[in-house]
């Protein structure tokens, strides 16, 4: 079996759900807890086996490459102050020289197109995608579970979740055949955001996938989808008349930070999970919702 060594990761988006505060700011760079969506999705990637990650950016996302990056004043500032200890966090969060590449969506078209992007970075192998406005609050990771699965079937794989009915229409959402496994199927069919009357589950596309390199080939003539943008969606769909898919429902959260609200939830999920934080917050919220009008 290919072992899956390289990953896409699209942030060219707009953001457009979360305005004002992605004016100017990249969505990816929002905070939960204490550090930006984009470092848990990264160290996600790398805690599966990911070795090199391919980041899909576009103009006013410089706060990224800045982020994994040395920064020398400030490092001098910690060093001379004896701050050490945190020093030491920020380098050893630092991905090591060479393990991210960047290449730029000019325009933001589609997830399809920026997928497309990254297309002679990966190469002729399959590759992991993950979006970073889904989080994954799992152990082992979401990406973990998915190459576990991966190593015993091959082919394409992607993470779903349930979700109510009438929440489809906001995602992709998978038809499934034969089971293989607990929680793993065959797909039969996508569709990207249906109404719920149209939707063939209630199983969503939750932003991590394994794609075989097939893929880059139906996304260079892809057409537009849903919201006239180019759809990764429409291109499995093609793929998949080529190929096997499984879905994986996996074990542990997924949250869905593109919004304020699922992005409000991610904070509150991932500070519960943490054991410096978690007493005193469960402590606060439970004052806040007494005083709540
Ligand atoms: P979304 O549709 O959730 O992000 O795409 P968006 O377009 O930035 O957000 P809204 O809908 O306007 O609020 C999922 C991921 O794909 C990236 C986004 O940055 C996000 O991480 N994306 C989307 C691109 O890289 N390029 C695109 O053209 C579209």
Not at 105 to 123: E, F, K, S, W
Request: glycine share 8%; net charge negative.
């Amino acid at each position: 079996m290919t072992r899956i060594r390289k990953a896409v990761l699209p942030v060219a988006g707009l953001g457009t759900r979360f305005l004002p505060a992605s004016k100017a700011v990249p969505k990816e760079m929002i905070t939960v807890v204490d550090r930006p969506a984009i470092q848990w999705v990264i160290e996600e990637a790398f805690a599966a086996g990911i070795e090199h990650a391919v980041l899909v950016t576009g103009r006013n996302k410089s706060a990224i490459e800045d982020h994994f990056d040395h920064a020398p004043e400030l490092e001098a500032t910690l060093r001379e102050r004896g701050k050490e200890e945190l020093l030491n966090r920020l380098l050893a969060d630092l991905p090591a020289a060479g393990r991210l590449s960047y290449t730029r969506q000019q325009r933001p078209l589609g997830l399809g197109h920026a997928v497309a992007c990254a297309r002679d970075i990966i190469g002729e192998e399959p590759f992991a995608l993950l979006l970073p406005d889904m989080l994954s609050l799992a152990e082992p990771g979401h990406m973990s579970q998915l190459m576990e699965v991966h190593e015993k079937t091959g082919g394409n794989i992607i993470a779903v979740e349930e979700v109510p009915r009438e929440d489809t229409h906001k995602y992709g959402v998978v038809a499934i055949g034969e089971a293989m496994a607990e929680g793993v199927w065959r797909i039969t069919g996508m569709v990207e955001k249906p109404a719920p009357e149209d939707a063939p589950s209630n199983l969503i596309i939750s932003g991590r996938y394994i794609l075989q390199p097939e893929i880059f080939r139906l996304l260079a003539d892809q057409a537009p989808g849903a919201g006239g943008e180019i759809q990764i969606t429409d291109a499995m769909k093609r793929l998949l008349a080529e190929q096997p898919f499984f879905a994986v429902r996996t074990r542990g959260e997924t949250h869905d930070c593109g919004s304020p609200l699922g992005f409000l939830k991610a904070n509150l999920a991932f500070a519960l999970n943490d054991p410096a934080l978690a007493d005193d917050l469960r402590a606060e919220m439970a004052r806040l919702l007494k005083a709540a009008p």
